[in-house]
């Protein structure tokens, strides 16, 4: 038995713990850039709880609220220009998967000169960015549990990751209350994100025994969660345990990695600008059926089944998420592109599968979830 496993990130977990991110901040220095998105910050209060916590502690904060859904790379450009116009010492995220990545992204370019499609694609390296704190207000893509950052360029229709350790936060202050004001259909695609991780992560070729632990938990916490919350209980404990499911999904992706089904959805939010947790719905029973291993017997024994394909095919029904990429924009025109674009941008994601991938399998794939 042979792995590494490094996750230095500081995880601090609980209700009301935002409140503390002062005393975090005033570690690395005295001006941060507040990333958000356009609205749900402010509407919230979270912003102004966050802005007059940092200015408890003498730090001073400039905003910048333009990210959207699949963030682009100029957009994390822009950001970085605002950052270093600004002389911020340290980056700010308040909100989900999205925000997160791009403030990532807007730390990393702060200090380092040219094209982030460059570092993307490994033609260049750093280990330098500003640092960060990562406040999560979805519980689905556990960014702040990872060094990755997924952008969209949008000259090619590129989505892939900026993975560098550089980009770990310096602390995630991981507050189950400040998922709760999330639209349920924002949770049922957050949330089914997280599984996808959890069973990636599980499943995957660069899987060991720490993934392999955390992501059965990560697993179970959100089948006993998920559905309950979507249906509306606000039970705390059900909060925690699907925040905590979303953290874990994120550690263990920046361990183990993804496999097929986040491959393959890239390349479809690249295109259309569709939901992430959507596009995964759609694609994910079928990726599943054609990858099966002994693997996927664990996590249907958590679901209380043994037929895993139709156990996700319920969830998806109970959680009203779309079924078909069609559904979402996408056409049979489409594939040729897609398909080919997923050996480009998404090849390691291929290797990580537990069986063999070739074009024609991901052509077929994309055909069956028309």
């Given at each position: 038995m042979n792995f590494d496993f490094y996750e230095p990130v500081h995880i601090v977990f609980g209700a009301g713990k935002v409140d503390t991110i002062g005393d975090y901040a005033k570690k690395y220095g005295k001006k941060a850039l507040i990333v958000t998105g356009r609205s749900s910050a402010k509407k919230s209060g979270l912003y102004d709880r966050v802005k007059d916590?940092?200015?408890a502690e003498g730090i001073d904060s400039v905003l910048f609220d333009e990210v959207r859904q699949n963030p682009l790379t100029t957009t994390a450009q822009k950001g970085a220009d605002m950052a270093k116009a600004e002389g911020c010492e340290l980056v700010v995220a308040l909100g989900g998967g999205s925000i997160m990545d791009c403030a990532k992204s807007i730390a990393f370019l702060a200090v380092n000169d040219g094209d982030i499609n460059d570092y993307?694609?490994?033609?260049?390296?750093?280990?330098?960015?500003?640092?960060?704190?990562?406040?999560?207000?979805?519980?689905?893509?556990?960014?702040?549990?990872?060094?990755?950052?997924?952008?969209?360029?949008?000259?090619?229709?590129?989505?892939?990751?900026?993975?560098?350790?550089?980009?770990?936060?310096?602390?995630?202050?991981?507050?189950?209350?400040?998922?709760?004001?999330?639209?349920?259909?924002?949770?049922?695609?957050?949330?089914?994100?997280?599984?996808?991780?959890?069973?990636?992560?599980?499943t995957a070729n660069n899987a060991q025994p720490f993934t392999d632990a955390l992501s059965l938990m990560g697993i179970r916490y959100i089948v006993e969660s998920l559905v309950p919350l979507y249906e509306g209980s606000q039970d705390e404990d059900l909060w925690d345990k699907m925040t905590l499911a979303a953290t874990i999904g994120g550690m263990v992706i920046g361990q183990a990695g993804v496999t097929l089904a986040h491959g393959m959805e890239h390349p479809a939010s690249g295109l259309k600008d569709i939901v992430h947790g959507q596009g995964l719905a759609c694609l994910t029973p079928s990726v599943i059926e054609a990858t099966m291993c002994p693997k996927y017997g664990d996590i249907a024994k958590i679901f209380g089944t043994d037929d895993l394909v139709q156990a996700i095919k319920d969830l998806i029904v109970k959680l009203e998420l779309p079924t078909k990429l069609s559904d979402l924009g996408l056409e049979e025109k489409d594939i040729d592109w897609m398909s080919e674009n997923c050996m480009k941008v998404s090849a390691g994601n291929l290797v990580n599968t537990p069986v063999k991938v070739d074009i024609d399998l991901v052509h077929k794939l994309y055909q069956k979830a028309m």
């Open positions: 916590a940092l200015k993307i694609f490994g033609r260049k390296v750093s280990d330098e960015a500003l640092p960060m704190i990562l406040v999560p207000t979805t519980c689905g893509t556990g960014s702040e549990g990872n060094g990755f950052a997924v952008l969209t360029n949008p000259d090619t229709g590129d989505k892939k990751s900026l993975r560098t350790s550089a980009i770990i936060a310096k602390v995630s202050i991981v507050d189950p209350q400040c998922m709760m004001t999330m639209p349920k259909h924002v949770l049922a695609s957050v949330g089914f994100d997280a599984l996808c991780h959890c069973m990636e992560a599980y």
